[in-house]
């Protein structure tokens, strides 16, 4: 199977990226630590041979003021020689306990975001080691969201009272 397309009016072949999907398994967007979580992903409109590799992981990261952090909770490397037909292109399901911490945080100053991300390692012609890369976010937990600390009031200088030390004899 050759995947390409043709531009309308003109017989030039244009390879096409490839495609990943990406879906956790229940509808929701929120899960609490312990929990489990299911994704499953497919990779379409690129021949077998043309993946090098595959990876699958659960990750959180900081951003915001400061340094930005990351850490990676689950990480899977898929490489042809792990399928027995050596196609890495089939729908795969992955399940993971996730931890407890640390939980997102949609902060003022700075936010902890989790996601699953799949990234496809892939050949085209003379390049090597291109990468496709798609991100499905999630919520881990639940901390309020930061508020704003109110300024304080000024008071009227006026109404201040001042006490002068006399000091002792």
């Not at 993946?51 to 992981?57: C, F, L, M, Y």
């Not at 951003?63 to 990351?70: F, L, N, T």
């Not at 795969?92 to 991300?117: D, E, K, Q």
């Amino acid at each position: 199977m050759t995947v390409a397309s043709f531009r309308a009016g003109s017989r030039r072949r244009v390879d096409m990226e490839p495609l990943l999907s990406l879906t956790l398994r229940e509808p929701r967007r929120a899960y609490q630590p312990g929990e489990e979580l299911e994704w499953e992903y497919q990779i379409d409109a690129v021949e077998a041979d043309r993946i090098q590799a595959v990876e699958s992981s659960v990750l959180w990261y900081a951003e915001g003021k400061g340094d930005e952090d990351m850490a990676v909770h689950y990480f899977e490397r898929r490489v042809p020689a792990d399928d027995p037909e050596g196609d890495l292109r089939p729908m795969r399901r992955v399940r993971v306990t996730l931890p407890n911490s640390p939980l997102s945080y949609p902060g003022a100053l700075f936010s902890i975001r989790w996601c699953v991300r799949v990234r496809l390692f892939y050949s085209r012609g003379k390049e090597r080691n291109r990468m496709v890369s798609i991100d499905h976010p999630f919520q881990l937990g639940f901390v309020p969201p930061a508020t704003p600390v109110p300024e304080p009031e000024t008071e009227d200088p006026e109404s201040q009272v001042v006490v002068e030390d006399e000091g002792i004899g």
